[in-house]
């Protein structure tokens, strides 16, 4: 017989808290409310809840029982708000200024195709006179050379360089590489040439971090003694240590085409797959008891727990291997604890432990596709197992495969599609192969550590090792190569997201409750998801748009409106500019098919857009690109007005000439131009007293029709 939901949720604690407590993290994330007045806030609630409650005890004939109850939530959700406000970090206080300061480096150094990579943490620094104690977080990018090349975690170095903010492109709907590093704490970015920095100290750092990356260094040389190369070593290096900076484009989209990139990153499934193998070795400690305690079941939850930080620690204790460990700790030690429905309470706990340390993890990819997917195949897995009745072992053991693929999918579709826009489409076949052959990859990598020093023993492991992550990119790239394997460029929003986990979770009662209701609010669901996406069709139809895009070196103008339209050169197709520009913004409207538009085309006509030349009427609009001083009419009698004129291409015209020949609302500088071009323009427009946007400088112009 199954308990009610409220029976449930007494039991699960933690589910309780973590509920108002995310939703407090989103709510300030997405409306960024003042907090100062949290802290009283929360103090007169406290009070309100101590007296409330104190009457409840003292009358049994009080009537509003249930407040108490509401106050604690709204505690924790203020609580959740106040958390994430005081993480909240901003942009270096002096962006532009020349500094001279000490810093330690946080993250390793990483081999750049110009310069090297490292995250650097301010100590202090010196400027205007005055000297300034910090511990902000810097991106530096290092001058190529043999010092730069060998620093290391803790290392702390002396220099002197001008802190500059991190930049976004502004172009709607596109990741936001300033906002997610402020989000982890990088205030800011800076180049440092060669004579402009020193070596001050070794091993300034923690001494776990420094320990854990020196340890993850020793196990990539173990892999590069036993000759372990190329996309091999490099997907080996992702697979166990969580390092991903040497897999190549290629590589990348087979796995994400497949439906294996969760392979690549180390996270719950590499922790679940030590948990099973550390958990067979040790199950015969569930035999050890005294007078009824069962001591042995405890002493093998410590011991597991225990190696799964080891391995953690090998890996580099990267933040996903960190959160893995954080969650199957509180799952070890709920399972010791011999109760039925501990693992949902011991997930919880362990995602609220670790947005108490952390609040803007909530907004990480892989802390929302980790919890997802692990619920899910702990709820589902079971269901779908049991959908057949498989008496052969091998056909089980697929079967059993796929159950946990299936599952897995359920609980991580919305997200997945939401960041990445894709769908893969044989998912179920690429799991029933890389999910063994990343457990064989694990397991012998382990093997290869503890014998690396015994040259035969190690040589077979090494063998093994190798061959194993062949077979695992050989089936990966041949999944991809299956025609439709993969479903690309599905609009997906955080509407959608919202809906599908509303559905999910109303499905999920049905299986437990088997009630009608359940399957009512289900389709009540699917008529109220497919109406606003209907009426949000409607509205992108109905209202078109103008947008400039900011794509470095390019002229990329956009006009949708029922059509999509990119006018541009060529050259903007022949790498990633699309897809990580302009693409993700069609996704959001929902047009992710478009038409494209040389801009040299001389003749266009379709649908409300009339290119001649470089003269553009749409939507009553009319929009002139410049980018060559041959285009000046200098005969013409009458000057012509012009909704928009797009200076590009650095072109030789200054903005007087331009007023002389058009009557002009707004002149816009795209980002074909170079920065002191732009400054030029604008200083004209100054002072001619013109309206001027500049892509470069202010992100995409983007106009409603």
């Given amino acids: 017989m199954y308990l009610s939901f409220t029976q449930i949720l007494k039991q699960l604690p933690f589910i309780r808290l973590i509920l108002p407590f995310i939703l407090g993290i989103i709510f300030q994330i997405r409306f960024s409310i003042e907090t100062n007045y949290y802290p009283y806030l929360i103090i007169l609630l406290l009070i309100i809840f101590i007296l409330l409650n104190k009457a409840n005890h003292s009358s049994s004939a009080f009537k509003n029982r249930f407040l108490p109850g509401v106050i604690i939530n709204v505690l924790i959700f203020l609580t959740g708000a106040l958390l994430l406000s005081v993480n909240t970090k901003n942009n270096f206080e002096y962006i532009g200024e020349e500094i001279i300061a000490e810093a330690i480096i946080t993250e390793p150094a990483t081999e750049k195709s110009n310069s090297y990579k490292a995250v650097i943490t301010l100590k202090n620094y010196y400027l205007n006179n005055r000297y300034y104690s910090s511990d902000e977080d810097i991106i530096v990018y290092l001058e190529k050379s043999e010092p730069a090349k060998a620093l290391e975690y803790g290392d702390k170095i002396l220099f002197k360089s001008i802190i500059n903010e991190v930049r976004t492109s502004g172009n709607p709907n596109e990741f936001n590489y300033q906002e997610f590093l402020l989000r982890k704490g990088i205030v800011g970015q800076t180049y440092i040439k060669a004579k402009n920095w020193q070596l001050k100290a070794k091993d300034e750092g923690l001494f776990i971090f420094s320990f854990a990356f020196k340890a993850r260094n020793t196990l990539a040389g173990i892999y590069k003694k036993f000759h372990i190369s190329g996309q091999e070593l490099a997907v080996l290096q992702a697979l166990t240590l969580g390092d991903k900076s040497e897999l190549d484009t290629e590589t990348r989209q087979s796995y994400v085409s497949s439906g294996a990139m969760h392979i690549l990153a180390v996270s719950g499934l590499h922790v679940g797959i030590l948990y099973f193998l550390f958990n067979f070795f040790l199950k015969i400690l569930d035999k050890l008891k005294y007078r009824n305690i069962n001591y042995g079941s405890w002493l093998k939850a410590v011991i597991i727990i225990s190696l799964l930080w080891a391995f953690a620690l090998l890996s580099g204790l990267s933040p996903s291997v960190r959160r893995a460990a954080v969650m199957f700790t509180f799952v070890i030690l709920g399972q010791a604890m011999k109760r039925r429905i501990d693992i949902y309470n011991s997930l919880a706990a362990s995602a609220f432990v670790l947005l108490i340390i952390d609040p803007y993890q909530i907004t990480s990819v892989g802390f929302q596709l980790s919890y997802c997917a692990v619920l899910s195949i702990i709820f589902f897995q ?167 895009y900011n794509i470095k070196g390019e002229t990329a103008i956009n006009i949708s409106g029922k059509n999509n339209y990119l006018i541009s050169d060529s050259t903007i197709l022949n790498d990633q500019k699309i897809k990580y520009g302009p693409m993700n913004h069609w996704l959001h409207r929902g047009k992710a098919d478009y038409e494209f538009i040389e801009l040299s085309l001389t003749e266009f006509n379709n649908n409300g857009l009339y290119k001649t030349g470089n003269y553009l009427l749409f939507y009553n609009k009319a929009l002139l690109i410049i980018n060559d001083r041959k285009q000046i009419l200098y005969q013409t009698n009458n000057k012509l007005n012009i909704d928009y004129i797009i200076l590009s291409k650095n072109t030789e015209v200054n903005i007087s000439e331009v007023k002389n020949l058009y009557d002009v609302k707004l002149i816009i500088f795209d980002s074909s131009n170079n920065f002191y071009k732009v400054e030029q323009w604008k200083n004209e427009c100054a002072e001619l007293n013109q309206k001027c946007y500049s892509v470069i400088k202010n992100g995409a112009f983007i106009k409603e029709l």
Avoid at 402 to 416: D, K, M, R
Avoid at 438 to 465: E, R
Avoid at 467 to 494: C, D, Q
């Fill in 382 to 548: 079971p269901k779908i197992a049991d959908l057949f009745v498989i008496k052969n072992k091998i056909l089980y053991y697929i079967w059993s495969l796929t159950a946990v693929s299936i599952a897995a999918q359920i609980g991580t579709f919305p997200f997945s599609l939401y960041y990445f826009n894709i769908f893969p489409n044989l998912f179920f076949i690429t799991n029933i192969f890389v999910i063994p052959l990343a457990t064989g990859i694990i397991y012998a990598a382990v093997f290869l550590l503890i014998f690396s020093a015994i040259p035969f023993v190690s040589n077979v492991f090494a063998y093994i090792l190798k061959y194993l992550v062949i077979a695992l990119n050989s089936s990966v790239e041949l999944v991809e190569r299956i025609p439709f394997s993969h479903t690309e460029n599905i609009p997906f929003s955080s509407f959608d997201i919202v809906f599908a986990y509303s559905l999910i979770i109303s499905i999920s009662f049905y299986l437990i409750y088997k009630n009608a209701r359940s399957l009512q609010l289900s389709l009540a669901i699917v008529a109220v998801w497919i109406s606003i996406n209907s009426i949000f069709k409607i509205y992108v139809n109905s209202n078109p748009e103008l947008i400039v």
